[in-house]
């Protein structure tokens, strides 16, 4: 058979429903919407919603699935994302997957003590340096709650210690439209103004309704905020199979895109075609503990479908994997942070949180896990690479020279090549001698080195100015 010179690549694929699945979540989504509606108390939300031909009874919003869909197709379905630099660097579309970290961790568990206390501003800088140093990791989060900053103002300076000691693009999470306003404001300062963030935002707003079916004011005034400036926007319920969505899974999918697809009408109605985010955090409690869980099987898989319906739909997806329950950086960490973010990745998950830092159920942040699964997330980097086939790889005329009972080892193509093969700091394959004389590291402390290691980067500072105008901007803020 004649070989061609085209490289043939299929990406790994998963898919966890079907095309008629896909169609009958989608119709039970439009009847939520239709027949009960959503919870909406914001005076100026309910006077646009009536006004574009939903149906509002009091604090309950009827909305008819030509509103919604008319929401989908105005949205875009691609979203690029800038370092401060101005460099775009995610670029969310179709199926493609750019891992990054969890937030608003209220614990922070000591690299080199091992010690668990309350996550504080250097706690916040440290781990953002960290998230700077780790390639794989394409944006930044808000780590932590900087439990010694005043409670009215943490959320915007825990976004300039980010801004300061990272330069990725920022997904933050703030408690009303005043605190949107301000981050978006450092932003502008930092990228250089309107038109070149326009280009590549270097934020994202995350926004949560309350499942099931619900808007706070608050929450509803941000989505609106963000429509109308263009800051793109997640829009992330948490259903949680048992409590607060149905326990079965397709139940709580329909719930999910119900609540996500809700807020979609409401920003398009506002900003036609400003840049937004679907998704949720479908999970489940854990009837023995009643906990949320991060680590569940199910939160995996009901990701997995939540992705594809965001596929089916062309709107960017915001995913989730790499967390977990365990409290230690141990093998349950490091099993459940594997098998969700290979998931997530092999199902296109778009933006995807909580790679790095989410334990003990989303309440503690661990250095030494950011860096073990960033690991993770390089190690299936390379997985969804899939395999080239190209009359290079394929490689006939090498095994031709070689010949049988040759070698590869000196071979010109073998020095060409063998640099792609994946290698890991943590991860060690000596033969038991050469470990034992190398110091018989142990898995936890070979992590640890690495991480007290990757924790001395800093970023370049910001130029000496603009440090002095953010001080100025944090006296304003109340």
Same mark, same amino acid.
């Given at each position: 058979?004649?070989?061609?010179?085209?490289?043939?690549?299929?990406?790994?694929?998963?898919?966890?429903?079907?095309?008629?699945?896909?169609?009958?979540?989608?119709?039970?989504?439009?009847?939520?919407?239709?027949?009960? #509606?959503?919870?909406?108390?914001?005076?100026?939300?309910?006077?646009?919603?009536?006004?574009?031909?939903?149906?509002?009874?009091?604090?309950?919003?009827?909305?008819?699935?030509?509103?919604?869909?008319?929401?989908?197709?105005?949205?875009?379905?691609?979203?690029?994302?800038?370092?401060?630099?101005?460099?775009?660097?995610?670029?969310?579309?179709?199926?493609?997957?750019?891992?990054?970290?969890?937030?608003?961790?209220?614990?922070?568990?000591?690299?080199?003590?091992?010690?668990?206390?309350?996550?504080?501003?250097?706690?916040?800088?440290?781990?953002?340096?960290?998230?700077?140093?780790?390639?794989?990791?394409?944006?930044?989060?808000?780590? #932590?709650?900087?439990?010694?900053?005043?409670?009215?103002?943490?959320?915007?300076?825990?976004?300039?210690?980010?801004?300061?000691?990272?330069?990725?693009?920022? =997904?933050?999470?703030?408690?009303?439209? %005043? &605190? =949107?306003?301000?981050?978006?404001?450092?932003?502008?300062?930092?990228? #250089?103004?309107?038109?070149?963030?326009?280009?590549?935002?270097?934020?994202?707003?995350?926004?949560?309704?309350?499942?099931?079916? $619900?808007?706070?004011?608050?929450?509803? *005034?941000?989505?609106?905020?963000?429509?109308?400036?263009?800051?793109?926007?997640?829009?992330?319920?948490?259903?949680?199979?048992?409590? @607060?969505?149905?326990?079965?899974?397709?139940?709580?999918? $329909?719930?999910?895109?119900?609540?996500?697809? @809700?807020?979609? =009408?409401?920003?398009?109605?506002?900003?036609? #075609?400003?840049?937004?985010?679907?998704?949720?955090?479908?999970?489940?409690?854990?009837?023995?503990?009643?906990?949320?869980?991060?680590?569940?099987? *199910?939160?995996?898989?009901?990701?997995?479908?939540?992705?594809?319906?965001?596929?089916?739909?062309?709107?960017?997806?915001?995913?989730?994997?790499?967390?977990?329950?365990?409290?230690?950086?141990?093998?349950?960490?490091?099993?459940?942070?594997?098998?969700?973010?290979?998931?997530?990745?092999?199902?296109?998950?778009?933006?995807?949180?909580?790679?790095?830092?989410?334990?003990?159920?989303? &309440?503690?942040?661990?250095?030494?896990?950011? $860096?073990?699964?960033?690991?993770?997330?390089?190690?299936?980097?390379?997985?969804?690479?899939?395999?080239?086939?190209?009359?290079?790889?394929?490689?006939?005329?090498?095994?031709?020279? =070689?010949?049988?009972?040759?070698?590869?080892?000196?071979?010109?193509?073998?020095?060409? %090549?063998?640099?792609?093969?994946?290698? @890991?700091?943590?991860?060690?394959?000596?033969?038991?001698?050469?470990?034992?004389?190398?110091? @018989?590291?142990?898995?936890?402390?070979?992590?640890?080195?690495?991480?007290?290691?990757?924790?001395?980067?800093?970023?370049?500072?910001?130029?000496?100015?603009?440090?002095?105008?953010?001080?100025?901007?944090?006296?304003?803020?109340?």
């Amino acid at each position: 058979m004649a070989m061609t010179t085209d490289e043939l690549y299929f990406k790994p694929r998963l898919q966890v429903v079907n095309d008629d699945q896909i169609a009958q979540i989608h119709m039970a989504t439009l009847d939520v919407l239709e027949r009960t #509606g959503v919870k909406i108390t914001h005076p100026r939300a309910l006077e646009i919603l009536a006004g574009a031909g939903a149906r509002v009874s009091g604090d309950r919003v009827r909305i008819p699935g030509w509103l919604v869909e008319d929401a989908i197709r105005k949205a875009p379905s691609r979203i690029v994302l800038g370092k401060r630099t101005g460099e775009r660097t995610v670029v969310l579309e179709r199926d493609k997957s750019f891992f990054g970290p969890s937030l608003d961790c209220v614990d922070y568990l000591d690299p080199g003590t091992h010690t668990r206390s309350r996550f504080v501003s250097d706690n916040v800088k440290a781990t953002a340096a960290l998230c700077d140093a780790l390639p794989h990791f394409k944006w930044c989060m808000t780590i #932590g709650m900087a439990d010694d900053v005043p409670a009215d103002i943490a959320d915007r300076v825990i976004a300039r210690q980010v801004f300061e000691n990272c330069t990725k693009p920022l =997904v933050f999470c703030c408690k009303d439209t %005043n &605190s =949107v306003k301000d981050i978006y404001e450092m932003a502008l300062l930092l990228c #250089g103004g309107t038109e070149k963030f326009d280009q590549a935002p270097t934020v994202v707003h995350y926004s949560e309704p309350i499942s099931p079916l $619900v808007y706070f004011d608050p929450a509803i *005034e941000k989505v609106m905020f963000c429509a109308e400036k263009r800051i793109p926007l997640i829009n992330f319920p948490a259903p949680q199979c048992c409590g @607060s969505s149905p326990a079965t899974f397709a139940g709580a999918l $329909v719930q999910a895109s119900a609540e996500s697809l @809700s807020g979609l =009408v409401v920003h398009q109605l506002v900003g036609p #075609g400003a840049p937004f985010i679907y998704g949720a955090f479908t999970t489940i409690m854990d009837m023995r503990s009643t906990i949320f869980s991060y680590g569940a099987v *199910e939160m995996s898989l009901m990701t997995a479908a939540m992705a594809q319906m965001a596929q089916s739909y062309g709107l960017p997806f915001f995913g989730t994997a790499g967390a977990t329950d365990a409290k230690a950086c141990d093998a349950q960490a490091g099993a459940e942070a594997a098998w969700q973010i290979l998931s997530a990745a092999a199902a296109g998950s778009g933006l995807v949180h909580d790679c790095s830092s989410w334990m003990d159920h989303g &309440s503690v942040a661990s250095p030494e896990f950011m $860096v073990l699964v960033h690991d993770i997330v390089d190690a299936v980097d390379h997985y969804m690479q899939g395999i080239a086939v190209t009359a290079e790889t394929l490689a006939l005329e090498v095994i031709d020279r =070689v010949g049988p009972g040759g070698h590869y080892l000196q071979d010109p193509h073998t020095l060409k %090549n063998f640099k792609k093969i994946k290698y @890991s700091d943590i991860f060690e394959r000596m033969v038991y001698d050469q470990w034992k004389a190398a110091g @018989s590291k142990t898995f936890e402390q070979r992590l640890q080195a690495e991480t007290l290691k990757k924790m001395s980067h800093r970023p370049s500072p910001l130029p000496v100015e603009t440090t002095k105008t953010l001080d100025e901007m944090q006296k304003s803020w109340q």
